[in-house]
């Protein structure tokens, strides 16, 4: 599995087409789990030839752990190794309670 951060609050994960040798049955898709402290969520990747997956709605600069799995019409094998990368930084929000004080040409 490869990723990379597309933006604050998306990852690109790609990883190889499962081999025929070791495979139990025809591929049907892949499975797709990723997580972060407090959070862990699978997603299913429909096709068997998909290779590649933006995952979105993540939150800017944190680490996330991604594993993916192939499916077969026999069940879902193991998962992958997880592999982290931390999502993209956000831009700073706008300053709050700002004060400003009047400056003078004698202070």
Request: no cysteine; net charge neutral.
């Amino acid at each position: 599995v490869l990723l990379t951060s597309v933006n604050p609050s998306s990852l690109g994960a790609s990883w190889q087409l499962q081999l025929e040798i070791g495979r139990n049955g025809p591929l049907t898709g892949y499975v797709i789990q990723y997580s972060r402290t407090g959070l862990s969520i699978n997603e299913t990747v429909a096709s068997g030839t998909t290779t590649t997956r933006k995952i979105s709605r993540l939150v800017a600069f944190v680490q996330y752990s991604v594993e993916v799995a192939a499916m077969t019409v026999n069940g879902t094998g193991p998962f992958s190794n997880p592999v982290t990368e931390m999502s993209g930084q956000d831009a700073p929000s706008a300053p709050r309670s700002l004060m400003v004080d009047q400056i003078t040409g004698t202070t």
